[in-house]
């Protein structure tokens, strides 16, 4: 369970936007809701879940926004000329920018040294798709984090702050 040591980057496939995340991520999941499905052009999608001030861009990216389940808008940035979507960041119910957003997991240099600890929205995951009998589970949206970023500490104490 040890993690690659920070910085950690990543970027779109065509390699004209690349970050680097400064700060331990809050917390890794696992969305199986139907639109992650479709954005994803697999089962599942991969969030990292960071504060928007650990992650340091380079290069142009595009946006496109859809209002999410919760009512909320939800910036998709992509790279504009290769397509891949690399982050997601919401609007907050004041219309603020969120101070957190999600950096979709397999755009990580070091994706296979990260394992998702839970998984959301399993009410429309895939039939194929077998989940880890020991990962937080929920049918939907939950609540909040508090569990997923909890379960993201234990599980990697060195990211505790």
């Known amino acids: 369970d040890r993690l690659p040591p920070l910085p ?3 970027g779109c496939q065509c390699g004209q ?17 139907t639109e992650c499905q479709r954005q994803s052009a697999s089962a599942f999608g991969l969030s990292l879940r960071v504060e928007v001030s650990s992650v340091e861009i380079e290069g142009d990216t595009g946006k496109w926004s859809r209002t999410g389940g919760s009512g909320s808008e ?5 790279c504009p000329r290769c397509g891949v979507r690399l982050f997601h960041r919401w609007n907050g119910d004041d219309g603020e920018l969120a101070d957190v957003m999600n950096i979709k997991g397999g755009t990580l ?9 839970g ?8 039939a194929m798709t077998i989940l880890p009998h ?20 234990r599980i990697h104490p060195q990211t505790a702050d």
């Open 109 to 117: 240099d070091q994706s296979r040294f990260v394992a998702p600890i």
């Open 17 to 33: 936007v690349r970050y680097r995340l400064t700060r331990w991520p809050l917390t890794y999941y696992a969305c199986h809701c």
């Open 8 to 10: 950690w980057t990543g």
């Open 134 to 153: 020991d990962s937080l589970q929920y049918d939907r949206q939950p609540a909040d984090d508090d569990a997923l970023i909890a379960e993201w500490h």
């Open 119 to 126: 998984h959301i929205w399993t009410a429309s995951k895939n």
């Open 74 to 78: 939800l910036g998709a940035l992509f």
